[in-house]
């Protein structure tokens, strides 16, 4: 299960539920939305999160650490509401490694 960078919350329901309410209280769906993830430098890891958004509209922007031990991905993409973004978080964090942000 990915690491959600920031959470207070004990266990990932909890967090999703509150995360849908924030959602629907600050954004105007459908709109583009930022997506920021981290994870260790390997293109297996990436190749993992950009199939969660196959067949959508997506821009990419990737960037390693000084270190090059972890790669910043950033996905901006156009969504529906506020389920499909957590569907999107959920899927995501199936991939072994990764933080959300």
Request: aromatic share 10%; hydrophobic share 40%.
């Amino acid at each position: 299960m990915a690491d959600i960078i920031e959470s207070n919350h004990k266990n990932p329901e909890d967090f999703y539920k509150s995360l849908k309410e924030k959602l629907e209280d600050h954004h105007d769906f459908p709109e583009e939305y930022l997506f920021k993830f981290i994870v260790p430098s390997d293109s297996e890891k990436v190749t993992e999160i950009l199939k969660v958004f196959d067949g959508l509209q997506y821009t990419l922007a990737n960037r390693e650490s000084a270190k090059g031990k972890y790669t910043a991905v950033t996905i901006q993409c156009f969504v529906l509401d506020a389920d499909q973004v957590i569907g999107i978080y959920k899927k995501v964090a199936e991939t072994e490694g990764v933080m959300m942000l």
